[in-house]
């Protein structure tokens, strides 16, 4: 997937847990993003990041937190994992500027179910 | 509320018949247009774009119109393939708006029958 690994792929974790998940890219692009996918939504923004610890909020970003440290690795975290946070975790990248720019390219994406 | 809407949650076709799949917009200040394809357990892949500054993009079978006046876009694939058999997302942004990020609409799901 253009250089763009989710883990974990799937997670079961119970209520009030923390969860962390995790991407990593391998194409040295600026922009990433992360996305939850939920029948009848689409897929919603949750939070994106410009540069290395640059980030802002999305549509979506209650109850989640990320961190970019790297270039390479944009981590979503869930503090306290509720049962309305039981999706699939999307992860995109975009390279900000020249060809491309307008598109962004996404990895094969996280389930996480929350009991 | 949806600032992009795909009222059309299911579509089934016949092979070799035309599929055609609309899209919504509120927000005027979307000037590009972006259609993904995704297959289950895969992410989103991307099919084809459109500016605002264009009213039709075509590329092999997948052509995508656009009415600005009507805050509308479509998606026409000709012929349907089985292979087509997928959801489909409709995404809008604002190329000077900071982040590229896209805002989705809700998916269109396509069954072309053999």
């Known amino acids: 997937d253009a250089g763009i690994t989710q883990s974990p792929r799937h997670k079961v974790t119970e209520t009030g847990t923390p969860v962390t998940l995790r991407c990593h890219q391998t194409?040295?692009?600026?922009?990433m993003y992360w996305y939850r996918q939920d029948p009848g939504h689409g897929l919603r923004l949750i939070h994106y990041?410009?540069?290395?610890?640059?980030?802002d909020k999305g549509e979506v970003s209650d109850g989640y937190s990320v961190s970019r440290s790297k270039t390479e690795d944009f981590l979503l975290t869930l503090e306290s994992a509720t049962s309305s946070q039981t999706s699939v975790y999307f992860c995109?990248?975009?390279?900000?500027?020249?060809?491309?720019?307008?598109?962004?390219?996404f990895g094969a994406g996280s389930r996480l179910t929350v009991l | 509320d949806q600032q992009v809407k795909q009222n059309s949650p299911s579509l089934s076709v016949q092979e070799g018949r035309i599929s055609i799949l609309n899209c919504d917009y509120t927000n005027s200040m979307f000037d590009y247009f972006l259609w993904y394809k995704k297959y289950p357990a895969e992410g989103p892949t991307f099919l084809i774009s459109?500016?605002?500054?264009?009213d039709k993009n075509e590329d092999g079978r997948f052509t995508v119109f656009l009415n600005k006046s009507a805050k509308h876009l479509s998606l026409h694939i000709v012929p349907s393939q089985p292979g087509d058999s997928a959801v489909y997302f409709c995404?809008?942004?604002?190329?000077?708006?900071?982040?590229?990020?896209?805002?989705f609409g809700g998916g269109t799901r396509v069954l072309v029958k053999p």
């Open positions: 995404a809008a942004s604002y190329i000077k708006a900071a982040g590229n990020k896209l805002t």
């Open positions: 194409e040295n692009h600026r922009y």
């Open positions: 990041s410009y540069g290395v610890k640059d980030t």
């Open positions: 459109i500016s605002s500054i264009k």
């Open positions: 995109a990248i975009n390279p900000g500027q020249g060809a491309g720019a307008n598109v962004l390219t």
